[in-house]
């Protein structure tokens, strides 16, 4: 047993579809179908639950590996194979959508001559006659592929059965012949309803129609194979289908008191739905009056109930908004100078980073453009990242762009980040912005973003110049050195340059000396553990580097790479050492100078940290 | 014009309403309702659509404050009230829920002598009949105080619509009459069917339509008012009924091609409801021969088609779990020493928290049990952090108690976190877990969780006692002193002590000095933005305090107190300065001591920063 399977094995909720299905079984009431004999063959005793969620767990209790025909569950699926061959239009102009109030043999056309709905055997029956062969395969053929896909295992016909079926299926002969007299069949009626008979008698059991309930549940993708069985559109039809029609006559009744999606069968199952979620399959031969599984409904009607499973869910939608923050709050990993800083706080408030997440549905959209257009007065910049978001679907890149222009008309510059997993999405907006005469930025990771809202926020305050270079004296590393010790640390230090690009200092280097910059910038960057490369600070004039293994005596970890062409000022261990002689005082500012950057990089970091708690 | 009100004006979205309306102005197809003059009045121009959100947002388009008569609007309204006045038995008792084939006036009893649904007139004067006045407020002031509470403002009578209707309503005294026959109607039917007139007669606007819709979007809560109007089931009840009754003849197909529970006006008005999201209003008099608003049904598909809304949503639902690690990832803020480190970092492993988040749903408790189950051989602790989570049903109570129940049979200890909004839902978790002999902890704040974990993978590692005195030349430090200056040094040192809970640093106090732990252990305090206290660090002997402010000559920030009993060397400035004569090798050494603690703590922050990114 695996893992896993000791997880589901374990879990409070088999063990509590376990205790339901042990207080259900003494409920007898009901009979066995028996207008066939294989069907009146199944034992009345039989009777298993399964649970099946999108992610692929599947619960079970009782005798969930019992075959059966599928028999009307095989409805919802085949009208969902008309719909994805013929489209919406051809399929409806065959078949209604409406409840009918009368049994699940119903005979009865609309005034167009269609049957009410797809449930009814009339609607069902017309279905099948839609589906046609396709390349090597026969129409069963593929009918028998896709259930065995919804499955995700092969399934095979009972013959025995279909053979019953055929021999005493007069009233559903006279409904295809019906529906071929009305124009409303496609090909013979004899060559329909025999297929017709097959597809019920299609073999599976309660596990499997738990899997195709929860494909049903999950869009169409089989939550077990991962495959992709039917169109997403496709399935929230053939949902809507089930919950207006799918219980026969007692429709708004199961609505009312279970309220999923769900069908039945006449061998006594009953399959329902919770969209995007799971998938519920309980069969039990006993039928009551209308043909459905009596424990069936019991034991719909209780998981519905202990579970608060409901199609209709009012609780509201989790939020969009992961967090928000400005660039005053939170700053890129770019190490900025005193005066940049100072920058920021002040007028970092006007970049705003919103980072979404889940589906952005239009609910999700509306919220992240008012939280945005409530405060645009106040705005310069806005960042929208994506990274935690699981799709973009078409109504939120409508509106993402739509709002970067309202945004742009003001004067304020919108930019996407985290748009890795989105990268077509954030193509899109920024097409569609560009048709509307404006332009977006868009960047793979949120630092990216920040460090552009960061320099937008300095050239404003015309405060984003190029560092400048800086006379050694200026330097942090020897504030408070007098003049003569000024000179002295001088003669220590040996000056280097190294042009753009170069890598300065490399992981496994060895820790022997402080390096002072003076001119130009340079990337501290690290491995994160998955093994990509994250730039973690920017070091420019006035700053050190490489003193955390200068005073742990130990390798370099990080790697330091020149952005542009450098010059720095090398002070080696030798040279600390040989200051003790030479000048204690300067040796000992020295260190606490080194301290004090330690110090106030510590403290950042602090800040840092507590603002993402 | 408020900031908010001006940003719904200038949405993307209004814009989108105010193009759609415009296109469907175009649309003139369609008559104004004439059976009674006060209806037949109304303007053939006029059109207006109104979305408003659960969260108080309302986007207007055309002519949404033109008022108009409720007419069928007000059934599902009445229908909840009954509900909630007698209870689902005594209504049910009296009404039913199937969908009819018939037009709203259909006159169709069911075999129990019931209307078939609350949504047909016959249903809808049945439930009138059952609400009675109470206290002071007759049976049509409550009626009349219910619309207004779900319009957020107080409403009136249309009184010439009132006795128009009175002086042409034959066939809903007929339906009365009849009612009261088969012994369904509550009352006197000629009374009831005037407080029935009365009712379908209450003035409001498109506005305030879309606020109804949006209260019952909200499960009952209004989204202007926040008061709550509707208990959440009586309202999905309400919802059910609209989404297979409401839309009379049409309601497969309206469920088909739209797929929102929608309820229309003879009065040119539809409301459809995106549970959780959104309510929707449109108004314009134009009937097709069904009696609904013409305009509206396009509107409605347009809006449904467009934005994506739909009452089944096939999408994933959103991961629960936050955040997923252990304590061998992650850290409380208690400092702990090397080899306490080393342990978590071997050990840690086995402690397993969860950051949950979203509603806690049965399909996300689901899948929160799965997880742990999953690789619950692996563990010993299991943290569940419920800061970020919305709400904690019943169903999660449960499961989550089962799920600690289960663990502690396998000798694996559950805590619960983050429960200071859920501080309910933790009792219920505890006291199910006494009833089964089991216990849980509950902590505040997840650092407290952390730390709990981390305390027993030390005491499960036998590593876990109180941090022991050391003696001063052990002190970290000291490290690397020769003995003559372990004595130099010892002689500038003044021992101090302080009981348990004395605030050894305040905020203010001089950095003159750094303070060397020898016995007890102490608290880093620091105040929040918002003025909370967080702690940030644990210092324990071989460790300094005060370094920072001593290092950058400022007064302390942060606060530290004694846990326990406390004694601690205090080394002043004067001190370190006076060591330059006397020996500049400890100088030094005891600077790069200082120097190597404070870069080992900027090491551990940032990779702190690093996982947290």
Request: charged share 25%; hydrophobic share 45%.
């Amino acid at each position: 047993m695996s893992a896993q399977e000791h997880g589901l094995d374990s879990s409070p909720f088999r063990q509590y579809l376990e205790a339901l299905r042990e207080e259900l079984a003494a409920v007898t009431a009901g009979s066995v179908a028996d207008y066939i004999p294989e069907l009146a063959r199944a034992s009345p005793a039989t009777f298993g639950i399964a649970v099946a969620t999108v992610s692929g767990a599947v619960y079970e209790a009782g005798d969930t590996r019992t075959p059966f025909t599928i028999q009307s569950i095989s409805k919802p699926l085949t009208f969902g194979l008309a719909l994805e061959d013929l489209g919406e239009r051809a399929v409806r102009a065959r078949i209604g959508v409406e409840p009918t109030g009368e049994a699940f043999n119903s005979i009865t056309l609309d005034a167009a001559g269609r049957p009410l709905n797809p449930m009814v055997n009339a609607g069902a029956i017309t279905a099948t006659s839609l589906v046609k062969g396709k390349g090597n395969r026969s129409a069963f053929q593929r009918i028998l592929d896709l259930y065995s896909a919804y499955a995700g295992r092969p399934l095979a016909v009972d013959e025995a059965t279909a053979r019953s079926e055929s021999r005493t299926g007069y009233r559903n002969r006279a409904i295809a012949n019906l529906l071929a007299g009305a124009g409303t069949l496609s090909g013979d009626p004899a060559d329909v309803v025999e297929r017709y008979f097959r597809q019920c008698a299609v073999r599976l059991d309660c596990r499997d129609a738990a899997i195709v309930a929860a494909t049903l549940a999950g869009g169409g993708i089989n939550p077990v194979t991962r495959k992709s069985v039917a169109g997403v559109e496709t399935v929230k039809r053939v949902l809507v289908v089930m919950a207006t029609c799918g219980m026969y006559d007692g429709a708004g009744e199961w609505m009312y008191t279970v309220g999923l999606p769900a069908k039945s069968g006449v061998s006594g199952t009953i399959v329902a739905v919770l969209p995007g979620s799971l998938g519920i399959a309980v069969h039990s031969p006993l039928l009551d009056g209308h043909g459905n599984s009596v424990r069936g409904i019991r034991a719909c009607r209780r998981l519905a109930g202990d579970l608060d499973l409901h199609l209709i869910r009012v609780d509201a939608p989790p939020n969009p908004v992961r967090s928000s923050f400005t660039a005053a709050d939170r700053r890129s990993k770019r190490v900025r100078s005193e005066r940049e800083l100072a920058v920021l706080e002040r007028d970092g408030k006007r970049a705003r980073v919103l980072e979404l997440q889940n589906e952005l549905s239009f609910p999700a959209v509306e919220v992240v453009m008012r939280e945005v257009l409530d405060e645009a007065h106040d705005l310069a910049e806005v960042v929208l990242d994506l990274r935690r978001v699981d799709s973009v679907p078409k109504t939120a890149i409508r509106f993402l762009a739509e709002l970067a222009v309202a945004l742009a008309t003001r004067g304020i510059a919108t930019a996407l980040s985290g748009t890795r997993a989105h990268a077509e999405a954030a193509r899109a907006v920024a097409r569609r912005l560009r048709t509307a005469g404006a332009a977006i930025d868009v960047f793979g990771d949120l630092d990216a973003a920040l460090e552009w809202c960061e320099d937008r926020v300095l050239a404003a305050a015309s405060a984003a110049e190029e560092p400048r270079r800086i006379a050694l004296p200026d330097h942090n590393l020897l504030a408070g050195l007098d003049e003569p010790d000024v000179a002295l640390v001088r003669r220590l230090l040996q000056r280097r340059r190294f042009p753009a690009g170069a890598e300065v200092l490399r992981p496994g280097d060895p820790g022997d000396a402080v390096y002072l910059v003076t001119r130009g910038r340079l990337s501290v960057i690290a491995q994160r553990p998955d093994g990509a490369e994250t730039m973690v600070a920017t070091l420019v004039p006035g700053m050190v580097f490489g003193e955390l293994a200068f005073i742990d005596r130990r390798p370099h970890r990080g790697l330091v790479r020149a952005d542009t062409a450098v010059e720095c000022y090398v002070l080696r261990r030798d040279a600390v050492d040989g200051l003790r002689e030479a000048s204690p005082d300067a040796q000992v500012t020295l260190l606490l100078n080194l301290a004090r950057q330690l110090a106030a990089r510590a403290d950042a970091m602090r800040n840092e940290l507590a603002l993402r708690t």
